[in-house]
């Protein structure tokens, strides 16, 4: 699915079986929660922390889905065309970072 089918599926489900947008203030509480999930798994998977019990049955791509799902609400509410502001993020990005990369010591090995 392409970017914009995704937006226009999560305003679908949003608008039947969800019923409405939760505020926007709400939706970013709700992303920085979902991030901080993938984040207690990353921690655990690939740092130094162990998994506790509770930990047993995570799931690191149905975490990145959540995360995913409620960023493409609040594009949605907030009016943004995520293919768009991709392809503009990632024209910076080449500006910007043609040889920043190659040339930084740090990322040679």
């Known amino acids: 699915m392409t970017i914009k089918e995704a937006q226009e599926i999560v305003d679908q489900w949003i608008s039947t079986t969800g019923v409405r947008y939760f505020n926007e203030l709400t939706n970013t509480a709700m992303l920085m929660e979902e991030v901080g999930e993938v984040a207690r798994i990353m921690a655990r ?10 930990d047993e049955e ?28 991709l ?3 990632l024209d910076k990005k080449n500006m910007r970072d ?12």
Do not use: P, W
């Not at 149905?62 to 594009?75: K, S």
């Open 45 to 54: 998977k690939y740092g130094e922390q162990s998994f506790k019990k509770s």
């Open 87 to 89: 392809e503009k993020n």
């Open 98 to 109: 043609a040889d920043r990369h190659k040339n930084n010591e740090k990322l040679k090995r």
């Open 58 to 85: 995570v799931n690191l791509a149905d975490e990145m889905a959540d995360v995913l799902f409620v960023l493409i609400c609040l594009a949605n509410q907030t009016g943004i065309d995520l293919t768009s502001a």
